[in-house]
């Protein structure tokens, strides 16, 4: 699989087996992508990143990887963790992926419904 940001600045290549397909509605996501933020996550050595990714952390367990050109919130890396999730939005052509489950649905925008039947982690 192939990604890139809106203006093709930032690139990666996805080479190993993604999992946990999944639509995150914590406030923090919420506010980086504009709504709902739909990712899938890899060990830190199955994907290559190209390009200048702005690493911002808003909080003592994560940090957040973007574009420093338009802006696109990409990736996600928890400090104690080696793998990277990755904006499933950002892809190139056909995923072969399903969401598997809603995380931090207790934070979700009070404009949508959740009807997907899909599991839901507060």
Known sequence: MKGSCACGT???DVHGTPQGASCCHCTQCRKMS???WASAYLPRDQIS????VKW?????KAQRG???DCGAFLF????????VSFALGALDGPTDLTLTKHIFTADKGDYYDI???LPQRD
């Open 10 to 12: 930032i690139r990666f």
């Open 34 to 36: 504009g709504h709902v």
């Open 49 to 52: 990143l190209h390009g200048p």
């Open 56 to 60: 911002v952390a808003l909080s003592d």
């Open 66 to 68: 973007i574009c420093p």
């Open 76 to 83: 996600w890396k928890a400090h104690d963790e080696d793998t």
């Open 115 to 117: 009807a997907d039947g």
